[in-house]
């Protein structure tokens, strides 16, 4: 048998998604160790391979087939646009992607005006405001403190994520529009969906118990 890789997002995901595959039996004691450097884990008992990579390469490792199976926050897997099969909702890591801005910045929305959306998720702001809003914008990629943005004067509103809402409230911003739900969820390599999809199969319906 060969061994079935798994690419995990390092941090808060890695952590429940570990927690996740615990109650299925799936142990990686040696992956817990925060102390570690370590990048690659092996389950010998169950032909098992995880590896911790940034968040957003688990989409390219499983596209390319270096791990079979990956999983990452559909944030992550809109904006990287790459080739897998998402075949599972895990439940955790909910939020929303939404465009946030002063009160006012409405009016701008509502007007279709040629505004500055600053965001991390490139992909995800042109999409929503060009095929589903047909909205010229300018779009202006930043790599985090997304919510700085509008109080400075680099755009009037942003695209990012919103979980609990402290970060809008704390910087007098609130979401203007809703773009989707997230969460994290399971992808798959198309050619091992294939291979091994009697593994697959079995693992997402034991997953599927458990959620
Ligand atoms: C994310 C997101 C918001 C914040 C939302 O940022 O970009 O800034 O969390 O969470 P809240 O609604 O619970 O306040 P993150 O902390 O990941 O860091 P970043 O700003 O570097 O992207």
């Known amino acids: ?64 087939g270096a791990a079979d199976i990956g999983v990452a ?30 009160r006012g910045a409405g009016e701008y929305l509502k007007h279709h005006e040629l505004i500055r959306v600053a965001t991390k998720y490139p992909n995800i702001a042109k999409d929503y405001f060009y095929n589903i809003k047909h909205q010229t914008v300018e779009i202006i990629k930043l790599n985090g403190s997304i919510e700085l943005a509008p109080i400075v004067g680099l755009s009037e509103v942003i695209c990012d994520i919103v979980e609990t809402g402290s970060t ?8 203007l529009e809703e773009v989707c739900p997230l969460s994290a969820r399971m992808i798959v390599n198309p050619v091992s969906m294939r291979m091994e999809s009697e593994r697959i199969k079995d693992l997402i319906q034991r997953l599927r118990v458990v959620i």
């Open 73 to 102: 926050g559909r944030d992550t897997i809109l904006e990287e646009g790459r080739k897998v099969h998402e075949v599972l909702d895990l439940g955790y890591g909910r939020c929303r992607m939404c465009i946030c801005g002063p």
């Open 168 to 175: 809008l409230r704390e910087n007098g911003l609130s979401v």
């Open 1 to 64: 048998m060969r061994y079935l890789t798994f690419a995990l997002g390092k941090g808060r995901l890695a952590e429940q998604t570990l927690d996740l595959l615990e109650q299925i039996g799936i142990t990686c004691e040696e992956m817990r160790d925060k102390s570690s450097r370590k990048l690659i884990f092996v389950n010998e008992e169950l032909k098992l391979r995880f590896f911790l990579s940034k968040g957003p390469d688990v989409p390219t490792y499983v596209e390319y």
